[in-house]
């Protein structure tokens, strides 16, 4: 344990400070707790293996963050193709490109990533990345025939994806390519959204909603928008099964 005590001697402010335990221990719990109780402004903190192991784990996920921040400034970011399949023919006609990340000799899923992507300020960043690499996936190297890429609206209304995205179609066109639109409860302005579809149908470019059904914004976006396709939240595809 540490205690402390402080002395004011003028204008000197002295904190004076008494710890136990093991001695290959001591100096290192107390430097812990001295920056925590820094970092957090406190004027005395007592320490315990509870606060050690918050610490460990606050440290831990500072360095995956900064690791994770390393993976995406190397554009060590591709897109995952999932096979969206016809019902009738059971033919494979367009891929859904998830993101993943390059993480020393792992592949992190979203789960792993997205709140250090968020945190780290970094999200417009790799939506553009992965936006890159599909085009060049379908266009260039031919890895698939279509693509659906998830945006969200966040994403339309930044000016810069949306340039990128309008280069990218006037480089290559739209006609295999898919906006999926998620988290679609952020949309207020249709007029945003609206200019959005009609740019990307310009060049033939197609749009989806996501987990249309799930609040009634989504009928809202039928009167409002020209969406080509829907994807029906899960619950009523139960319904429909049952």
Do not use: W
Not at 94 to 122: C, M, N, S, W
Not at 208 to 220: K, L, P, R
Request: proline share 1%; charged share 30%.
């Amino acid at each position: 344990k540490l205690t402390a005590n402080n002395l004011d001697i003028g204008e000197l402010e002295l904190v004076l400070g008494i710890a136990h335990g093991k001695k290959e221990y001591i100096l290192r719990n107390s430097e812990i707790a001295l920056n925590y109780a820094k970092k957090n402004n406190l004027k005395n903190i007592v320490y315990n293996q509870t606060l050690i192991e918050q610490l460990k784990n606050e440290l831990e996920k500072k360095v995956n963050f900064e690791k994770i921040k390393k993976s995406i400034e190397r554009e060590d970011v591709f897109p995952y193709y999932q096979t969206i399949v016809d019902n009738n023919t059971m033919e494979v006609f367009k891929y859904e490109a998830l993101a993943r990340i390059h993480y020393e000799d792992k592949i992190l899923t979203p789960y792993h990533f997205t709140e250090a992507v968020k945190q780290l300020g970094l999200s417009d960043t790799f939506t553009r990345i992965i936006i890159k690499k599909v085009f060049k996936d379908v266009y260039d190297y031919k890895k698939i025939n279509s693509a659906s890429i998830n945006i969200n609206i966040y994403d339309i209304k930044n000016k810069t994806t949306c340039d990128l995205i309008e280069q990218n179609l006037i480089e290559y066109g739209g006609e295999r390519i898919t906006f999926e639109v998620i988290e679609t409860t952020g949309i207020e302005d249709y007029s945003v959204m609206s200019n959005f579809v009609k740019m990307i149908k310009k060049y033939g470019a197609y749009i989806s909603i996501d987990d249309f059904g799930s609040g009634h914004s989504g009928y809202e976006h039928l009167i409002n928008l020209d969406v080509d396709y829907l994807k029906i939240d899960g619950k009523f595809i139960s319904i429909i099964k049952e």
